[in-house]
């Protein structure tokens, strides 16, 4: 068990408050990306703000579930993964290993393809032809795969920082002009399951279980662990950590709600389904009018980057989480493997899968795996033997039990969705 002091962080006192925060803002930027935008896009399309109980319940469970990771990884020394190696079982950890390495591979392909497609639209504006779509991906990808293999987790922090305010300053000052009204938007934070809506290509309960995945996310718990880890926080810096996770998931709901209204505000009043990329162009046009497109592109381009980059490092995270060892992109096999899944994620483009409907079903399939992550994180926090005096008491274990329960009852929807869209019966 590790107690040892914390180094702390040189620098003044904004400097070190920013250094506090930005694990939290690092998971904004991964959690509130592409993936998140088109989920709640796609439930504020088809269902209004009907779902935003959904986004705000999974923030709060969301801030919980990092804090308890956090607290995990503080005392232990281990990340999740790791953990679940060492004192549950290796088969389970390599069950996570591989089934979160192909939801990843989905994901990496969906979201290069939306930032491929709405680059592409953008440059028909600007060109006659404008730049194809293949050539927009390979731009992309090869930028991101510049970044990654720097493997400087800091670079990576600050960047997601500034895309994030990008992004959530394009969707809330949207969502501004274009509220609903009170009445409308509390009327969403009543819990209800919306009936299917007719010409969507995902289901209804793909959708539903989407906005959880996304929101509650077996990567930001992952990846959270490590984070943590890198930092070198202690027993005493767990102020500091609730404060981050704080930080963290107010500002993915303000971000998601505000995704969802705009979307609900512009798009669901026009029975537009949102199955192309293109149709979420109306969503900024209140705010930016003419400059609509250009808005969008930089707020779309911001959160595909700040989602994309970390997909593409998932992989080779899990796996040093696997054997144990520290976190690093730089060594020959691990630059080998994250060309191997840039060279896949532009395959994936080029074949002209649907971005919009593979980047839903991969965040309903993290709810899927979500309920199986619960039960051995429970394990692990209730164990004395793992955590010691710092296991979970009575009040945690019951507030655990309800969010698998929850949990459960999303993963069902999902796999009811995942049945219905891939077409297994």
Known sequence: MRLASSSGVKG????????????????????????????????????GTDL?????????????????CSRFTIVTGMTLIEGIRRHIHPALALFFLLVLSAIILSALIGVLGIVADVLQVWS???????????????????????????GDSRRFEKLLALLVAIMALAFISTMVMEFPGWRIVLGGLVPSIPDSAS???????????????????????????????????????????RRDARVSASLMFIISAAVMI????????????????????PMLEPVFGSFALNAFVMGVVAAGLSSHLPNLLVIPWIIDDYRGVTRDTRSRPKQLLLLILTIFSL???????????????????????????????????????VMGEYRNGMRDFLILAGILAFALYMSAQGVQGLIADLGWL
Not at 262 to 281: F, V, Y
Request: a neutral charge; one cysteine or more; charged letters at 10%.
């Open 199 to 241: 010409g969507s290509d995902n289901s209804s309960p793909v959708v539903v279980a989407g906005v959880v995945g996304t929101t509650v996310s077996v990567f930001v718990l992952v990846i959270r662990t490590g984070l943590i880890k890198e930092k070198g926080w202690q027993l005493e810096d767990l102020a500091t950590e």
């Open 347 to 385: 395959l994936g483009v080029g074949f002209g899968g649907s971005p919009v409907f593979l980047m839903l079903i991969s965040q309903a399939s993290i709810a899927v795996v979500l309920p199986v992550l619960l039960c051995a994180l429970i394990y692990l926090t209730c164990s004395r033997r």
């Open 52 to 68: 935003l109980w959904a986004v705000l319940l999974s923030c709060v469970i969301t801030y919980y579930l990092m804090s308890l």
């Open 262 to 281: 705009t979307a609900a505000a512009t798009l669901h009043d026009k029975g537009i389904q949102l199955n192309r990329i293109s149709e979420m162009i």
């Open 12 to 47: 003044g006192k904004w400097s070190q408050l920013l250094a506090s925060l930005l694990p939290g803002i690092f998971l904004i930027g991964y959690n509130v990306g592409t993936g998140s935008i088109t989920a709640m896009s796609k439930a504020g399309a088809m269902f």
């Open 124 to 150: 028909a504006t600007l060109l006659e032809d404008g730049i194809s779509r293949n050539w927009c991906a390979l731009f992309t990808a090869t930028l991101v795969l510049g970044l990654a293999a720097t």
